[in-house]
T-cell receptor
Framework: DGGITQSPKYLFRKEGQNVTLSCEQN?????MYWYRQDPGQGLRLIYY???????QKGDIAEGYSVSREKKESFPLTVTSAQKNPTAFYLC???????????FGQGTRLTVV | KQEVTQIPAALSVPEGENLVLNCSFT??????LQWFRQDPGKGLTSLLL?????REQTSGRLNASLDKSSGRSTLYIAASQPGDSATYLC????????FGAGTRLTVKP
């Protein structure tokens, strides 16, 4: 089955810890994105990548880091510098920027 | 920076009613506009994609229109059903992809 897989579905983080959210796609898409969604709000762009080994900051990149070493994978690390990390995180991909995007099922991160 | 607004924020209608959801955007230099559906705690499911050269797209009971010059798109849902209850999001494609806050739709049996 072609698609985007995010894991884990639920993640709990202690204060001061870094955690990494996984996003894998087998659609052969060049572009990948990470969004954050808070209750009652729309999606806010954290990072995006147009191609392997290249990525750009979105509107709320502070406290987050990404890598794009493989076309299929775009992991997001939530660092201890992110002061309010509890949210729903969504990964997406598209053939290239500004074309139809497909989303994973999301990871819900909770700080405990 | 592109700003995307969706009105209303929430809508409750009886089953069978036709309804319109609105999306407006501030920068008309867009490539595409896409409507998504999101069920609680889930990811986004694509409903319709309108390319900038198109004025509308239809899929079953859904029809989406795009007026780039006025910065508006509408999603028309015909003969609404309880299964249509969800949050509907519009995304505008420029140099990146920007979302509105969504319209939370409830269709009552």
């Amino acid at each position: 089955d072609g698609g985007i897989t995010q894991s884990p579905k639920y993640l709990f983080r202690k204060e001061g810890q870094n955690v990494t959210l996984s996003c894998e796609q087998n659609l052969n898409h060049d572009a990948m994105y990470w969004y954050r969604q808070d209750p009652g709000q729309g999606l806010r762009l954290i990072y995006y990548s147009q191609i392997v080994n290249d990525f750009q900051k979105g509107d709320i990149a502070e406290g987050y880091s990404v890598s794009r070493e493989k076309k299929e994978s775009f992991p997001l690390t939530v660092t201890s510098a992110q002061k309010n990390p509890t949210a729903f995180y969504l990964c997406a991909s598209s053939t290239q920027l500004s074309t139809e995007a497909f989303f994973g099922q999301g990871t819900r991160l909770t700080v405990v | 920076k592109q700003e995307v607004t969706q009105i209303p924020a929430a809508l409750s209608v009886p089953e069978g009613e036709n309804l319109v959801l609105n999306c407006s955007f501030t920068d008309s230099a867009i490539y595409n506009l896409q409507w998504f559906r999101q069920d609680p705690g889930k990811g986004l499911t694509s409903l319709l994609l309108i390319q900038s050269s198109q004025r509308e797209q239809t899929s079953g009971r859904l029809n989406a229109s795009l007026d780039k010059s006025s910065g508006r798109s509408t999603l028309y849902i015909a003969a609404s059903q309880p299964g249509d209850s969800a949050t509907y999001l519009c995304a505008v494609y420029g140099n990146d992809m920007r979302f509105g806050a969504g319209t939370r739709l409830t269709v009552k049996p």
